[in-house]
């Protein structure tokens, strides 16, 4: 499983003109299942996500994880994120997950977020979705396990 997860001040997800999610400061995460990803994959990569300390400190320091700092999640579901782009110009997508198999690991990984007390908004799975964000530093980090 891969997150790339995304300081914020603030961001949103719209489908279709209406808002499905929208957060303050906290963490946008594209979240992105490959093959052979399984509930253990998404409860480890909650775990990493919620205790990655990006947020700063009273000296300014990355010390803070987003729980520490107050803030909240906006999770987004993000296939492309599994594409091999090594070859060609064209990317593969051969290395994600099957949807079915996508979509349940998605919504364990929010579920996972939530019964650890977060505040978590999200996309909408397999949707054409517009995502906005004004990233915090920028600071960006891609998270893989």
Not at 28 to 40: N, Y
């Amino acid at each position: 499983m891969i997150a790339l997860i995304q300081r914020a001040l603030s961001a949103s997800v719209t489908v279709a003109g209406e808002t499905t999610g929208e957060i303050g400061p906290g963490l946008l995460i594209l979240l992105g299942v490959e093959k052979g990803d399984d509930q253990q994959k998404a409860q480890r990569l909650c775990d990493r996500v919620l205790g990655y300390r990006i947020f700063g400190d009273e000296n300014d320091k990355m010390n803070l994880n987003v729980q520490q700092a107050g803030g909240s999640l906006l999770v987004v579901s993000q296939f492309t994120l599994a594409a091999d782009t090594q070859k060609g110009m064209r990317p593969s997508f051969s290395g994600g997950a099957d949807p079915a198999d996508a979509e349940r690991l998605y919504e364990s990984f929010i579920s996972c977020c939530r019964e650890k007390g977060m505040v978590t908004e999200t996309g909408r799975f397999a949707a054409n979705m517009q995502v906005a964000l004004v990233n915090d530093g920028p600071v960006t980090f891609w998270l893989q396990v």
